[in-house]
């Protein structure tokens, strides 16, 4: 994890918003349920932060950055025709078919 020095200034900012929103649980022993309820964020959510901030301090509530971050990540068009293929055949597969046929190809 990266210090909280090295962060960017809106990576700092979203860290210290995040928590803001779990500060009542620290600070005020409330339940976490009820913060994040109250927050507007998911249940599951707010312990991924919770630990995060416990392991790491205020910079495990920055962002990581993505290592594929200004790649497409769409299918090659290759696999777009060999998926057209296997949805169009007769009688139709089932999804989950194509997709354990398709991991199979990728």
């Avoid at 993505?66 to 949805?87: M, N, P, V, W, Y």
Wanted: glycine letters at 6%; aromatic letters at 6%; charged letters at 35%.
């Amino acid at each position: 994890m990266v210090a909280l020095a090295s962060l960017s200034e809106s990576a700092r900012k979203i860290a210290l918003d995040w928590f803001r929103l779990l500060q009542p649980h620290f600070e005020d022993k409330r339940l976490l349920k009820a913060v994040a309820r109250e927050a507007g964020i998911g249940y599951r959510t707010a312990q991924r932060w919770k630990m995060r901030y416990r392991k790491y301090g205020l910079a495990g509530l920055a962002r990581d950055d993505r290592s594929d971050r200004g790649q497409r990540r769409a299918i090659t068009a290759e696999l777009k025709e060999i998926l057209e293929a296997l949805a169009l055949e007769k009688p139709p597969s089932a999804i989950a078919a194509l997709d354990r046929q398709i991991c199979k190809i990728g």
